[in-house]
Structures are given as structure tokens and as C-alpha cells.
């Protein structure tokens, strides 16, 4: 069974796959797939041809955990979410430029990851799971419960819009 676990960058993805590693989980990290299919690269972020990426892509039976992964033929997938205000205190820690901070405080706040993703799996394999006042050894057994059908589906009970900027 392949599973995904998706997010906006700073949901904890890489933080969970580590985690999944640690406990002996089959983990592949999609940054480390995206090579060969890299079109263009601005400011250091690459730029990739996401059907050709996943068309290409060789089904893995453990955990597929990266920015790309809602796209895959995934069995279940896992999509990690961030209060915007953490996310922004996460981002900022990065040193990533206020720009792509906000950027993507914003598709957090929008549910952008989970509405590309119900574009191409049905509800009832999705699980999305809040980390921001969670630990990730927590967020971890909830994926292994889900993976194993005691934890039941679950999307759309997180709502970020108040976060939303007004304004110029
Ligand atoms: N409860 C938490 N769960 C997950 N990560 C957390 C949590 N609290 C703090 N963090 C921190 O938030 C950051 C999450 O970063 P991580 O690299 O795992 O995100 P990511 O989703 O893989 O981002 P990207 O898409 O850019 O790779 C890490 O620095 C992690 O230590
Ligand atoms: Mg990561």
C-alpha cells in the first residue's frame, strides 16, 4: 500500500517521514525524485513538470512524504496542516523571504493542498491531521491507525479562513 503525506511546506512532512523512518517505515521523499523531471529553477526553487513527475513515478508499498504527493495514485493519504499563525513562526524560522512566507500562509489558510487533493482521491482515503500543537510521535500513530483502518477517514473539519489577510 502506498501512502501519501502531504502539506503546505512547514506542515511537518519531513518531521513525520523521519519519524516513520525511525520506527522502521519504508519512506521515500519526493525531493529526491523530482531530478530528472526539473524545467526550470528561480531563486533556488525548482520548478517541476508535475505529469510527467507522476506519470514516471514507481509505487512504493511504504510512505511517499513531499509537496508533491496529494498528486500520486496514492492508497491513502495524509494531509498535514498548520495553524497559520505556527506556520508563519515555522517559515519565518527558516529565513525563508516574507514573500514565500506569506505565500504560503495563505494556501494554508486557503486549503489549497486539500482541494487539489479531493480533485483526485475520493474522501473516504484521505486523513487530515492538524500538527500544530501536536507531537509528531502522536501525528505518527495516527497515521499508522488510519493506515491500518482503526482511525476512520477525515477532511474538512479545519478552518484556517480566519486567518486570511484583508486588504492590500
Ligand atoms: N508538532 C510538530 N509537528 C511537525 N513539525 C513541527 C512540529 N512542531 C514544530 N515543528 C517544526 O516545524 C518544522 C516542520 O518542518 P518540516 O521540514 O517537517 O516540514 P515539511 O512539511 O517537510 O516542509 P517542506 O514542504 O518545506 O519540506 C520543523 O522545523 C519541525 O521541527
Ligand atoms: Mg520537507
Do not use: Q
Amino acid at each position: 500500500m502506498m501512502v501519501g503525506i502531504a502539506g503546505t511546506p512547514g506542515t511537518g512532512k519531513t518531521a513525520l517521514g523521519d519519524e516513520l523512518a525511525r520506527r522502521g517505515e519504508r519512506v521515500v521523499r519526493v525531493a529526491e525524485t523530482v531530478g530528472p523531471f526539473v524545467v526550470d529553477e528561480v531563486d533556488g526553487v525548482r520548478e517541476v513538470d508535475e505529469e510527467a513527475w507522476s506519470a514516471a513515478f514507481e509505487p512504493v508499498d511504504g510512505y511517499v512524504e513531499g509537496g508533491l504527493a496529494h498528486l500520486l495514485p496514492c492508497d491513502r493519504l495524509v494531509i498535514l496542516r498548520c495553524r497559520p499563525d505556527e506556520l508563519e513562526r515555522r517559515l519565518n524560522a527558516r529565513g525563508y523571504p516574507p514573500a514565500k512566507v506569506r505565500e504560503n500562509v495563505e494556501a494554508e489558510a486557503l486549503d489549497v493542498v486539500l482541494c487539489e487533493a479531493l480533485e483526485r482521491h475520493p474522501p473516504d482515503r484521505v486523513l487530515e491531521i492538524e500538527t500544530t500543537d501536536r507531537p509528531v510521535g502522536e501525528t505518527a500513530d495516527l497515521v499508522a491507525a488510519f493506515v491500518a483502518g482503526r482511525e476512520p477517514p477525515s477532511h474538512g473539519r479545519i478552518d484556517f479562513s480566519g486567518y486570511l489577510v484583508v486588504g492590500p
